[in-house]
């Protein structure tokens, strides 16, 4: 009886652990971009006005989006 409890017991935290770490890898990649709006709706441009936004400190940028402005966080 004991070896079956502490094998599900192993295979449950196993699953918990495989979980935390997929969900914290997918939070990272979702979390790069935030794409705004046209390019041409921010002035003086799209790095700067990202910059001035205190949640993208790293700026901004339209050559990986065409025609839209995403800010980096």
Same mark, same amino acid.
């Not at 079956?4 to 196993?14: D, E, G």
């Not at 441009?45 to 205190?54: A, G, P």
């Given at each position: 009886?004991?070896? $079956?409890?502490?094998? $599900? $017991?192993?295979?449950?935290?196993?699953?918990?652990?495989?979980f935390?770490?997929?969900?914290?890898? *997918? $939070?990272?990649?979702?979390?790069?971009?935030?794409?705004?709006? =046209?390019?041409g709706?921010? *002035? =003086?441009?799209?790095?700067?006005?990202?910059?001035?936004?205190?949640?993208?400190?790293k700026?901004?940028? &339209?050559?990986?989006? =065409?025609?839209? &402005? &995403? &800010?980096?966080?």
């Open positions: 009886m004991a070896a $079956s409890s502490s094998s $599900s $017991s192993a295979t449950v935290f196993l699953v918990v652990v495989a935390i770490i997929v969900a914290t890898l *997918l $939070s990272y990649g979702a979390a790069e971009y935030v794409c705004m709006g =046209p390019c709706n921010f *002035l =003086p441009d799209c790095l700067t006005s990202c910059r001035y936004n205190v949640h993208f400190g700026g901004g940028d &339209c050559d990986g989006f =065409p025609g839209r &402005c &995403c &800010c980096r966080r």
